[in-house]
């Protein structure tokens, strides 16, 4: 799956400084849909790491498990909304 998950949002630093907290949101269920799906390059793996990090840092304070039950209770429609979007594309490119 060749898909860029590097943004300039998430490129902006590791605290996510200048990133809407529903970009980094965003960003970290591209990311983890991504890593569902298939492996990711070392590249990709660490941009999508300082997504997560600061999205752990800004929306759960750090809290692991807060953020654990969150993703828990979202994943799935989180990831459906994703594939559907895939699909939706792939069906427009010629």
């Not at 605290?15 to 492996?39: K, P, V």
């Not at 997560?52 to 809290?63: H, I, P, T, V, W």
Request: proline share 1%; glycine share 8%.
């Amino acid at each position: 799956m060749a898909w860029a998950v590097a943004s300039a949002a998430t490129q902006a630093g590791a605290q996510g400084a200048g990133t809407s907290l529903q970009e980094l949101e965003r960003e970290f269920w591209r990311c983890d849909h991504a890593a569902a799906r298939s492996l990711l390059d070392a590249g990709t793996a660490a941009q999508c790491s300082i997504a997560y990090e600061a999205l752990n840092k800004r929306r759960f304070g750090g809290d692991f498990g807060a953020m654990l039950a969150w993703w828990r209770a979202n994943k799935d429609a989180e990831h459906l909304a994703l594939s559907a979007e895939a699909e939706r594309k792939a069906s427009l490119t010629p």
